[in-house]
Structure formats: C-alpha cells, structure tokens
C-alpha cells in the first residue's frame, strides 16, 4: 500500500479517520523510512513548540493590554519613563525575568511507590513550586513547561544537571513517566536542540492534550495544587 | 482576549518574522477587533475569528509593501533577537527563525497553525479560508523545506 507524504504528515498530526489511520500506521510499522518521518515530523513540531514557547510566557507588552482597555489612557510623563527604563533593563522576550522561587535544589531523588516511580523532594518541591516563566535561569533544575496530559493530569517537563524527565501529578504525588540524562548548564540557558531536553520535549509533545499551559495557566494549576 | 493576547503574540511573531513586526501585527489586529466585535458571533471560536483577522491584516500589508517597492529586512537581521540573552542561545533562535523566513507565507502559516498553535487541519483551512487538502499540501512543503534546512536530525 502507498502511503503519501500527505498522508504521512495527516497520521502523524492524528489527521486521518479511522480506518486510514489504521491502513497507515500498519505500513509504518513495517517500514522503517516512513517512521522515520514520523519521528521527523513529531521532532519538528517539538522544536517549533519550543522555539515559541518563552512569547507565552512572556510578559505581555502593555500596549497590546492597553489597546484592550476601552477608556483613554493618561499616563504620566513619569509613570511612561519609568516603564521604558524598564523595558531596556529586560530583553524582549525575556522569560527568565522575575524571582526565583526555589533559590537551590540539589540532587534529585527518586522514590519508587507501589511499582511506579515518584520524584521525592526536592524534585518534587520544585515540581510543586517552580513556574516555568519565573524561575532562576542558573537554578540547577529548570521547569521546560506544562501540560495536561489525556486524562487531563497536569504533567510538568524539567531539566537539571542531574537528569531530565516528565512527571505527571496523580493521587500519590509526581509520577515519573519519563527520565532522560542530565542536561548540561551553559552559562545559565538550556539550549533546546541537540542535548537530552529536546528529547524530554519531543515526549511531552506526545503526552500532551493540547497547547503547553501560559503562565496565567501555570499559575492557577499551582494554587489548585495540580489537581 | 486579554488571555488570548500571549498566543496571539505568538503567532504574529511567526507571521511576521520578526517579534517587534509581530507586536505591531498583534496590535493593528487587537485594535479591528475592538472596532469589528460586533461582527463577532457569539458561539463560535474567537481565537480562529482573531487569528483569521491578523493573518488578513498581514497580508493587506505586504501587498501595500510590495507595492511601495519596499523589501524585507536582510536575512541575517533580526537572528540576535532572543531569549535571555545568552548569545549560544540566541544562535539557536536564529537558525530556526532563519529557516522559517525562507518558507513561502502560506507554507508559513500552515506550519504555524498546525505545529505551533495546535489547530487541526480543518480549523486551520478555515483560518487561511483554503480547502483542507490544499492546508494539508501546503504543510507538508513547507515542513519539508524545513527539515531540509535545519538538518534531519532536527
């Protein structure tokens, strides 16, 4: 059976209706090349999500929430200086601004529990603490982003010195539904291509329902305690 | 749609190709929108109706572009511009942002919808206002001229 390149990408995207889908995912098992496209697809679509990820998190620029506010705006001479002083202290699109909520982690430890593995703390306080677009950038473990998974738990991507992985938050705390190694520091910023956290990337593109959450997301799921 | 403004922002920065151009972009679509609400119906998306606008207003300006003679910005202008500021970060940015300049709007703005904002391929066509197999093709180009570029590896 021909499979074309449409086809492909449709499968890949969860595109095709049933039957096609199966017809389709039948042939990829059974050649290698065409899930290798797959991979390349689903890898593509992980490193656009990452690339635009940090303008979600992003302070939206005030202009864009002013032009929302029906009545003028009068802004003071001062209060428009101030702000622009501001403004060139961070860059566009920072993502690491803010404080730190979680100064220092070590170590992460794992704990298995009744046959799967939880994240004790501190992996789990960070889980529990850390917002992805308020963070310390030179902190030795990073939150990538969050997601809800299909049944709608909240599911969280990190990345440290130590390891790497997916935990979702379940009855009995972070459940670990992926580990992958360590991610090296380079000068406080985690490259998102070529090392271990592209990978943690390409899975939670997988687990995940929908669009990663934005920080107003990130936020609310945190005072709900992920649940 | 003050919480769909950091999507929105999103999406013009890869529309436009350029994350102030994107911000501009997002503003001219937030100010129809308010001048336009009444043609919104109730019930359906507001996301697609705003991602409909901007994408329309996108395109309205670089026929105006066009016409005044005026070319885009150098390729390499614009490939600093990222986040943190770390520069082997902003290197990283560059040559994804780089990669997708190259692709043709409409094989931009599929690749956007689908991979980046997460819509299906009927939404998307609706945004675009094209057949569903046409967003489909025009995916499929314009992702593989991006695996061309950034390598297979990905």
């Known amino acids: ?155 969280r991507a990190f990345a440290g010195e130590a390891h790497s992985g997916i935990a979702c938050r379940d009855d009995a705390g972070w459940r670990l539904v992926f580990e992958g190694a360590g991610v090296p520091v380079q000068r406080g910023d985690y490259r998102m291509a070529g090392n271990p956290a592209a990978e943690v990337l390409e899975r939670a593109q997988a687990l995940a ?12 799921a945190r005072e709900r305690g992920w649940r | 749609m003050l919480a769909l403004l950091p999507r929105l922002r999103r999406f013009a920065a890869g529309l436009a190709r350029d994350p102030a151009d994107g911000d501009d972009l997002c503003q001219a679509a937030v100010v129809r929108a308010l001048d336009k609400r009444a043609l919104w119906q109730p019930g359906t998306r507001l996301d697609s109706w705003m ?48 990669a997708l300049r190259t692709l043709p709007d409409e094989q931009r703005e599929a690749v956007l919808l689908v991979m980046v904002e997460g819509y299906s391929y009927r939404e998307a066509a609706d945004i675009v206002g094209c057949p569903v197999g046409t967003l489909n093709s025009r995916l499929v180009r314009g992702r593989d001229a991006l695996l061309t570029r950034l390598g297979d590896g990905v």
């Open chain 1, 209 to 220: 329902a929908g669009p990663a959450l934005d920080a107003a997301q990130e936020q609310a």
């Open chain 2, 51 to 98: 991602y409909r606008m901007m994408r329309n207003i996108w395109i309205d300006e670089q026929r105006a572009r066009t016409r005044r003679g005026e070319t885009f910005v150098a390729e390499e202008a614009g490939a600093g511009v990222g986040a943190g500021g770390g520069q082997e970060e902003a290197v990283e940015l560059g040559v994804i942002d780089r």
């Open chain 1, 1 to 155: 059976m021909s499979v074309t390149r449409e086809e492909l990408a449709a499968f890949a995207d969860g595109e095709l209706d049933a039957d096609r889908e199966r017809q389709v995912a039948a042939a990829v098992a059974a050649n290698p090349a065409l899930a290798e496209q797959i991979r390349a697809h689903r890898a593509l679509k992980a490193r656009l999500g990452a690339h635009f990820a940090p303008i979600l998190q992003a302070p939206v620029p005030e202009r864009l929430t002013a032009a929302l506010r029906s009545e003028p705006q009068v802004v003071s001479f001062a209060a428009a200086r101030a702000r622009k002083d501001r403004a060139r202290v961070l860059p566009r699109w920072s993502w690491v601004a803010g404080p730190a909520l979680v100064a220092s982690l070590v170590l992460a430890v794992v704990m298995p529990r009744g046959g799967a593995d939880y994240a004790e703390r501190p992996l789990s306080t960070a889980l529990d603490r850390q917002l992805a677009g308020s963070q310390d950038a030179a902190g030795p473990m990073r939150i990538l982003l969050s997601f809800r998974d299909d049944s709608g738990a909240y599911c």
